[in-house]
């Protein structure tokens, strides 16, 4: 096992220099001249130059490139081009807020789809499995943005039970310790600033959280429904044990494996495409700060991100292939 992820960590290195490579250069595809979108419409063409020159726009691709990598070695990502800050030091309260709402998006998607899919199974052909397997359906066809906007018309505007937007009391805001804003509240210890955090986290999460949801629940069902078939479930059975033990001791470890890949999966789509729930809820995460780097042509902006978003994707899929030998330990790579 220690050997295993030793391996697994040295080829993240390959991995992540080709992200790199990805990233830079598909970036620098994007269409426009930062430096025109900087100086303005009117800026004269010699501003211009001597503006790329300064930036470095002006040298070869894969100087740039190299620039680029020497920097990201000594952790410096660059500076904005809108902000003039340090893109190291701007970045992270964005991040916290993507990796928080996503952390509470895949509770709700990780535990109502893995029990709604196990009782499917287990009730295979009851009413609950047909409803189950219809809100699934339901859930995987709706469009995140239409959730997100009935949430807030039942729950915010006709019901008022929970904030439409933001990530906090925009009256009382939290002093940030790590940017998680739940935790910094704990850290605090002000208790109801952390019922106020997570009450603006429930709506997003939900909205955030209903496809993984759906697709869980179904490859859960799926799953359990083939390891309950295998001949040593059988055996089990035969010897008298309960229903409760045969699912949750015997069927559930094997049965997990595969939702496993689809949980890993899922999350990593959810950190790069939340910016639909983000835009909707007006949530300043990692999504909206790379959307709108776009609009400017915030070249620096919109490697870091991208960059960052596929680092965490690349550690949560390590953290699955860990898992996976962790609950088999048949499995070998």
């Known amino acids: ?9 040295l080829m993240l290195i390959p991995v992540l220099f080709g992200m790199t490579l990805i990233t830079f250069s598909i970036v620098h595809l994007i269409p426009g001249n930062p430096a025109q979108v900087i100086l303005g419409e009117t800026a004269t063409q010699d501003a211009i130059q001597n503006l790329e020159e300064s930036m470095g726009l002006n040298k070869p691709y894969f ?6 990598i020497q920097d990201l070695l000594q952790g410096d990502l660059g500076t904005s081009l809108r902000s003039k800050a340090e893109i190291s030091k701007e970045i992270w309260p964005y991040i916290a807020a993507t990796l928080e709402l996503t952390f509470f998006a895949m509770i ?28 699934a359906l339901i859930g995987v066809s709706m469009p995140i943005f239409w959730l997100g906007l009935m949430e807030q018309w039942v729950f915010s505007q006709e019901m008022g039970w929970l904030p439409a937007t933001g990530r906090e009391n925009s009256r009382d805001p939290i002093e940030p310790i790590t940017y998680f804003y739940v935790l910094d509240s704990l850290l605090h210890m002000d208790f109801s600033r952390t019922v106020t955090v997570l009450k603006h986290l429930i709506l997003p999460s939900i909205a955030l959280g209903t496809i993984p949801m759906a697709i869980i629940a179904r490859m859960t069902r799926s799953s359990m429904l083939e390891v ?43 950190l790069g495409g939340a910016i639909l729930t983000e835009t909707i809820f007006s949530w300043p995460g990692i999504g909206r700060y790379v959307f709108e780097a776009i609009s400017y042509r915030d070249y620096p902006v919109i490697q870091s991100g991208i960059l960052v978003v596929a680092f965490f994707f690349v550690i949560i899929n390590l953290i699955v292939d860990l898992l996976y030998t962790y609950i088999d330990p048949r499995i070998k790579y």
């Open 228 to 270: 309950m078939k295998s001949d040593y479930i059988r055996t089990v059975e035969a010897k008298g044990a309960g229903q409760w033990l045969i699912i949750y001791k015997h069927a559930l470890k094997n049965a997990v494996i595969p939702v496993l890949t689809v949980i890993g999966l899922q999350t990593g789509v959810l």
């Open 63 to 68: 100087v740039q490139y190299g620039i680029y």
């Open 1 to 9: 096992m220690f050997a295993y992820t030793i391996r697994r960590l």
């Open 108 to 135: 709700f998607a990780v535990f109502i789809g893995i029990n709604a899919g196990i009782i499917s199974a287990w009730k295979q052909n009851s009413w609950f499995d047909y409803a189950a397997m219809l809100v």
